[in-house]
Nanobody, 126 residues
Framework: QVQLVESGGGLVQPGGSLRLSCVAS????????IGWFRQAPGKEREAVSC?????????HYEMSARGRFTISRDNDKNAAYLQMHSLKPDDTALYYC??????????????????WGQGTQVTVSS
């Protein structure tokens, strides 16, 4: 069964850090571009960051994530990560990882991602 499972979310104070994990099963994540997306209550889903397939590892960050978040992958573990620092209340959302065949330096288009996880909740609050 093709599946992505996110973990690592939780409640953190403003300024804190979290590391989200995304583990794949049923397919080899190395051959896919990976994206992180988020959706806050009452808002549309938005892209956070994405990374190309193994061998290039080009990465794109949306403005909200630049300088604070880092996307990475570990092909030995069939996993991807999103390290988040300096978290703000505006970062509160359900975070999803997704896998797709294409990556673009111009942005992370959710329509290009075909396998999605169930999400992990991140809440930034004092």
């Amino acid at each position: 069964q093709v599946q992505l499972v996110e973990s690592g979310g939780g409640l953190v104070q403003p300024g804190g850090s979290l590391r989200l994990s995304c583990v794949a099963s049923g397919f080899t994540l190395e051959y896919w571009a990976i994206g992180w997306f988020r959706q806050a209550p009452g808002k549309e889903r938005e892209a956070v960051s994405c990374i190309s397939r193994h061998g290039d590892d080009s990465a794109h960050y949306e403005m909200s994530a630049r300088g604070r978040f880092t996307i990475s992958r570990d092909n030995d573990k069939n996993a991807a990560y999103l390290q988040m620092h300096s978290l703000k209340p505006d970062d509160t959302a359900l975070y999803y990882c997704a896998a797709g065949p294409w990556y673009s330096d111009d942005g992370c288009d959710a329509r290009e991602y075909h396998v999605w996880g169930q999400g992990t909740q991140v809440t930034v609050s004092s």
